[in-house]
């Protein structure tokens, strides 16, 4: 009920190319959709969120979608740089009394040139 | 900006030490939390913090873990007698609200031999 499934486990994309990396959850009481980007020897950064009462969230390259019937969400990076080599993780949080993020397991991105 | 910031980087302990971590939160949050990663593995809750009293913590959290925050700047995590399986990555987050954005450190990482 808790989990977050995320999927690719690994991606590769080339330079200039759409990254795309989805997320599932079961929990219908999460209502705070965050993904974090990390570096090796990195704490996760926070990159973008989202919340259910919006479809759609874009912050320069990067855009969250999300569909709230299907319980899916996922983070669209356009014109993937070799930058953007690093972790994913997509993240959810019930509001309600409760902060704690239940993580997916991560996504390894490799944008090569 | 304003960052989170956790000494030391890396923390070696003997089996059975107590190990103290510690963490300084962006000033003007209020809520802190520790999570934990072991190698290759997902990002997982271990306690949140406000106003001075545990909000929530998870399994994970036994007795032999502790927080405290000791003054105005510090956020700790003490585990009181280490196990082999405490061997991780530790991230310290806050955040300004407990409904918004949490932002982490670079993490301890934690080798117990």
């Known amino acids: 009920q808790q989990q977050v499934k995320q999927s690719p486990q690994s991606l590769i994309v080339q330079k200039g190319g759409i990254s795309i990396i989805n997320c599932a959850y079961e929990n219908t009481a999460f209502d705070y959709f965050p993904w974090y980007q990390q570096f090796p020897g990195k704490g996760p950064a926070l990159l973008i969120a989202i919340r259910p009462d919006v479809s759609e969230k874009k912050e320069g390259r990067f855009t969250i979608s999300f569909n709230k019937s299907a319980k899916q969400f996922s983070l669209h990076i356009m014109d993937s740089q070799p930058g953007d080599s690093a972790t994913y993780f997509c993240a959810a949080s019930n509001g309600a009394g409760s902060y704690q993020l239940t993580f997916g397991k991560g996504t390894k991105l490799s944008v090569i040139p | 900006e304003p960052e989170v910031t956790q000494t030391p980087s890396h923390q070696v302990t003997q089996m059975g030490q107590e190990v103290i971590l510690r963490c300084v939160p962006i000033s003007n949050h209020l809520y802190f939390y520790w999570y934990r990663q072991i190698l290759g593995q997902k990002v997982e809750f271990l306690v949140s913090?406000?106003?001075?009293?545990?909000?929530?913590k998870s399994e994970i959290f036994d007795d032999q873990f502790s927080v405290e925050r000791p003054d105005g700047s510090n956020f700790t995590l003490k585990i009181r007698s280490t196990k082999l399986e405490d061997s991780a990555m530790y991230f310290c987050a806050s955040s300004a609200d407990g409904q918004l954005d949490q932002h982490f450190g670079d993490g301890t990482r934690l080798s117990i031999l």
């Open positions: 913090f406000y106003n001075n009293e545990i909000s929530e």
